[in-house]
């Protein structure tokens, strides 16, 4: 194995371990603060892979925005910072056999959708300039879509932490 091929494997291991934290850990901020991670040594894999754009596009929407979104939604929405029995729903079994299930078609459908598929990394064809044309030719729509949803998230947020909205008496007008 060489050096880059190292590298991606324990970014990879990273990934998986943080990944299993994230769902597993009883408290809200940890899980938040390991997507971080998890979503961080993703961005490592794609800079090993060549893949420079899409590494800071992880970086800035991912752990830049939804992150940082999701951590101001515990914190409007007044959510217990630290171990909460709430979090956890006792189906832990459940959820196991359905993560193992969706993993195992996902796993399927990518490798026999991409089992004779090749790009050479090396070509300009693969290069940033490529790729942003097609991100922003093509995938605009769902950007922007994303946008909206995150924004609707976010005033939800603030709507739900408000304490004044039911305190006014009837013949009050604001």
Wanted: with cysteine; net charge neutral; hydrophobic share 60%.
């Amino acid at each position: 194995m060489s050096g880059p091929e190292i590298v991606f494997v324990l970014l990879g291991i990273v990934a998986l371990g943080s990944a299993v934290l994230v769902v597993t850990t009883r408290q809200l901020v940890h899980a938040a603060l390991w997507l971080v991670v998890t979503l961080g040594s993703l961005a490592g894999c794609f800079l090993v892979l060549t893949a420079e754009l899409v590494a800071w596009v992880q970086v800035l929407i991912y752990v830049g925005a939804v992150v940082v979104l999701l951590l101001f939604g515990i914190m409007l929405t007044r959510a217990p910072i630290g171990r909460s029995s709430d979090v956890d729903s006792g189906n832990r079994w459940a959820a196991l056999v359905v993560a193992l299930g969706t993993a195992a078609t996902l796993v399927t459908v990518v490798v026999s959708g991409f089992r004779n598929a090749y790009v050479d990394l090396g070509t300009p064809a693969g290069g940033a300039k490529t790729l942003g044309a097609s991100i922003f030719r093509y995938w605009v729509l769902p950007f922007e879509a994303l946008s909206v949803l995150l924004l609707a998230a976010l005033i939800g947020a603030i709507v739900l932490s408000r304490t004044d909205i039911g305190a006014q008496s009837d013949g009050e007008v604001s």
